[in-house]
């Protein structure tokens, strides 16, 4: 995986000099085609896997504060440009009466932006928890009801496909997505969740509330579902296997 931030000679080269090029999303393929001088070159789509902790049915518990009560949505990570914040503060407003709660565990260059949004706009169904190290997420996890994954409205954004969908199915959690390319199709053909196009917050409410009115037999058949797609496309092991094989030529 090379940095967007490389130039495209510099890639190039690199691309020309390599045996086999691996790509953590299908949509970079054709990206990486357009710039290898040697189109006999084969690249593989070869996804990221969640961490172990995500994966095993026992860990540590921890004790944690408890979340608001209502049905609360759960976006765990980097509070930052990326994440269309003011979306999800948007989709908080017209929540705000319904018990809709939404719980936000991490850090980054906008949570002094949030933490005021919430003030200043009487947000009382947004909650911030702060930053916690990776070993409590797991406990995180299974306190929320859904799990929030978002990025804006940019091109470079449908190319990727951000790790914390693989920590999420792993965990066996439905995920609500506000997110474009592969993604978002990622979510909606795995059974687990919802996604919508990035920065529509009135379709992610709809989904919200969808999810909120699900019967528990429903909830239980799409956690299923996460945790058997991870199994079937992003274990470790399996991936570990793909790899040897590739190694084996």
Sequence with gaps: CLSRGLGDVYKRQ???????????????????????????????????????????????????????????????????????????????????????????????????????????????????????????????????DVMLVSLKNEAIFELTVPAKIQAYMASGKIILGMINGEANLLINDSGCGFAVTAGDYLSLVNKAQSLKRLRESERKNMEMDAIQYYQEHFSKSMLFEKLEDILKG
């Design 14 to 144: 690199i691309y020309d000099q390599s045996d086999h090029i691996l790509v953590s999303s299908r949509n970079f393929i054709k990206s990486v085609k357009e710039r290898v001088s040697n189109q006999d070159i084969p690249i593989t789509y070869f996804p990221n896997w969640a961490e172990d902790i995500f994966v095993q049915k026992e860990y540590e518990s921890h004790d944690l504060p408890d979340l608001p009560k209502g049905f609360n949505i759960m976006f765990a990570g980097n509070i930052g440009e990326a994440q269309d914040f003011e979306s999800i503060v948007n989709a908080a407003k017209d929540t705000l009466d319904q018990e809709i709660n939404w719980v936000i565990v991490g850090d980054g260059r906008k949570f002094d932006w949030l933490k005021n949004e919430i003030v200043e706009n009487k947000l009382t169904n947004i909650t911030l928890l702060g930053r916690y190290p990776l070993k409590v997420m797991p406990s995180f996890f299974e306190k929320a």
